[in-house]
Every structure is written in C-alpha cells, then in structure tokens.
C-alpha cells in the first residue's frame, strides 16, 4: 500500500468524526466541508511512519483549520443581515441515540457555543464533546496545557450558565411539531399559543436574501401574533417533519423547494426557542444525511 493510499484509508476512516468537530466549531456545514479539505491537503503531505494515532493527529489537524476559520467567521458575521443563525443539518436517525451528541449539535446549543470565544469554544467542544486530552487539546490551540485548562474551565462556567436546562427528548419535540402541524392546518393557533412558553424567543435567519425577521422576538402573545399572520400566508405551503440537527424539526416547501426549516426548542414541554432559517444558502446541504459521530 503507498503512502497516499494509507492517507486516504486513515482520512475516509476517520472522515465523519472530523466533518462533525469542524460543524461544531462552525455551525457551518459549508465552511465544515472547506476545513476537510484543507485537512486533507495537509494530511497527505505527513510522513505516516512519524504518527502513533492517527485519529489524534487528524483531529488536531482540523481543529487547528475550523479555528483558522472560526476567526475569520467572527468578523463575517459582524456585518451579517439580521439574526445569524447556524446552518441547519439533515441528520441520520442514530445521531438522536447519542444524547450527548444530539444536544452539543442542537440548535439551541450552537447559539449557546456562539457565545464564546474562539479558543474557548474549540477547547470547550474538543474536552467535553470528543474527550481529548488536556495536552492533545493544547496543540490544536497552540496553549500550553495549564492554558487549556483555565480555558476550559472558564468555557464550562460560561455554557453551564447558558446552556438549555435539562435534556429534552424527541417525544417532547415532536408534540410541540404536531402543534404547530395543527396550527397552520387548521388555523387555530390557540393549540400552538398552548405550548409556548412565556419567555420564548424567534429568531429567524434570511442573510438578507429573503424576508426574515430583522430581530428577535421575545413573548408568548408577541410570537403567537406573528405566527397567526404567517399562517394565513401558508396556505399553498407543505410540511415535513424529518431529523435536523439530532432532532425532529419541520421542512417548509412550496413547489417542492425548501423555503424555510423551522427548529424547535422545548423545555419542560413548552416551547421557549424557534428558529427558522431562510437563508438559501443555509438550506444547500439539505439534499443528503450528514453523518455524525464521536
């Protein structure tokens, strides 16, 4: 076997691992996919033979591009158009079966990870999603591993104060779709003004292409008003529930075309986070499963 034929065994081996940190770091399926890439181009000129663990070194190797990247992202989305939401992934069913996998790629999560500081999040994503080392994670983030661990530490307390309370399940999920199935059929929001709860927020993401909500919108009675007004604009649209981001979210369609993937938050079993992303080029990656894994 040659050496690029080992490098590509190692790479495709290890290639669904790598597209999930990338996205984690992300929230980009997009810029995910340029990472792998630019690992790869770095991988195949390694010397094989110089590296004990190749997962290890792969990993260390896209970490170091997402944050490159992630950097880069920061001074994008300063100038972005209205509320910057992550872009939403098409995820097989088994991604839901991982708990903790499902809720570090959550929607509501993403946005909590936002929050944080380049270095925080990788170093954050890298020990509490993928479990690498102290060590490991500090030559990703070219620390030292006393660094890392402060960092670390600062990230948890950051997230832990923001993070969704509790783990929330699909059977919780899928109620709260159901409603709002309901809702727009039958045009009585009153069964979806039900479930929303009293702090709940909706955030929707156009990028300025399309028409989306400039800001938040924070209340029950405020969303439930917008909401009753969209409605009477969704009679010529069609639903479909699938699995977005490890949980069961809802396409939008009209003519067959993806306009809108609406996420739902719920807690509790009220809703207290919708997310609806517009932006076109959000909705690209919507053709096929993504596969995650740890």
Same mark, same amino acid.
């Given at each position: 076997?040659?050496g690029?034929?080992?490098? !590509?065994?190692a790479?495709?081996?290890h290639?669904n691992?790598?597209?999930t940190?990338a #996205?984690?770091l992300l ?8 990472v792998l ?5 770095r ?6 033979d !110089?590296?004990?663990d /190749?997962r290890?070194?792969?990993v +260390?190797?896209? &970490?170091?591009q997402a ?5 880069t992202l920061? +001074?994008r989305?300063?100038s #972005?158009v209205g =509320?910057w939401? =992550?872009?939403p992934l098409?995820?097989a069913p088994?991604v839901?079966?991982?708990v903790?996998?499902?809720? &570090? ?5 993403l946005?909590?990870l936002e929050? *944080?500081?380049p270095?925080? +999040?990788a170093?954050?994503?890298?020990r509490e999603?993928f ?13 030292? @591993?006393?660094?890392? +661990?402060q960092?670390a530490?600062?990230?948890? &307390?950051?997230?832990?104060a923001?993070r969704?309370?509790g ?6 999920t899928? /109620?709260?779709?159901e409603a709002f199935?309901?809702a ?5 929001i009153q069964?979806l003004?039900?479930i %929303?709860? =009293? ?11 399309v028409q989306a909500?400039?800001?938040?919108v924070?209340?029950?009675?405020k ?5 009753? %007004?969209?409605v009477?604009?969704?009679t010529?649209a069609s639903?479909e529930v ?5 949980r069961?979210a809802?396409l939008?369609?009209f003519t067959?075309?993806v306009d809108t993937v ?7 079993g009220?809703i207290?986070? *919708?997310?609806?992303?517009?932006? @076109?080029?959000?909705? &690209?990656?919507l ?5 995650l894994?740890r």
């Amino acid at each position: 076997m040659t050496g690029t034929d080992r490098a !590509t065994e190692a790479f495709v081996a290890h290639r669904n691992l790598l597209f999930t940190v990338a #996205y984690e770091l992300l929230g980009s399926a997009a810029d995910a996919e340029d990472v792998l890439q630019e690992t790869w181009l770095r991988w195949v000129g390694v010397d094989l033979d !110089t590296v004990l663990d /190749h997962r290890a070194y792969l990993v +260390r190797i896209a &970490s170091r591009q997402a944050l490159q990247r992630l950097r880069t992202l920061g +001074r994008r989305k300063e100038s #972005y158009v209205g =509320p910057w939401l =992550p872009e939403p992934l098409l995820t097989a069913p088994d991604v839901a079966d991982d708990v903790e996998l499902a809720d &570090s790629v959550s929607m509501a999560m993403l946005l909590v990870l936002e929050t *944080l500081k380049p270095t925080e +999040r990788a170093v954050f994503v890298l020990r509490e999603v993928f479990g690498l080392e102290y060590d490991e994670i500090a030559q990703a983030v070219d620390k030292k @591993p006393d660094a890392v +661990r402060q960092i670390a530490h600062r990230a948890r &307390s950051h997230v832990a104060a923001r993070r969704p309370r509790g783990r929330v399940s699909a059977d919780e999920t899928r /109620h709260a779709l159901e409603a709002f199935q309901r809702a727009v059929n039958t045009g009585d929001i009153q069964c979806l003004v039900d479930i %929303l709860a =009293p702090d709940v927020v909706f955030l929707g993401d156009g990028g300025g292409v399309v028409q989306a909500l400039p800001r938040p919108v924070v209340g029950a009675e405020k969303v439930a008003r917008l909401l009753a %007004l969209a409605v009477d604009n969704l009679t010529e649209a069609s639903f479909e529930v699938t699995q977005i981001n490890g949980r069961p979210a809802l396409l939008l369609r009209f003519t067959d075309e993806v306009d809108t993937v609406t996420v739902l938050h719920v807690e509790n079993g009220k809703i207290t986070g *919708l997310y609806a992303v517009r932006n @076109p080029a959000k909705l &690209s990656h919507l053709t096929k499963e993504n596969l995650l894994t740890r």
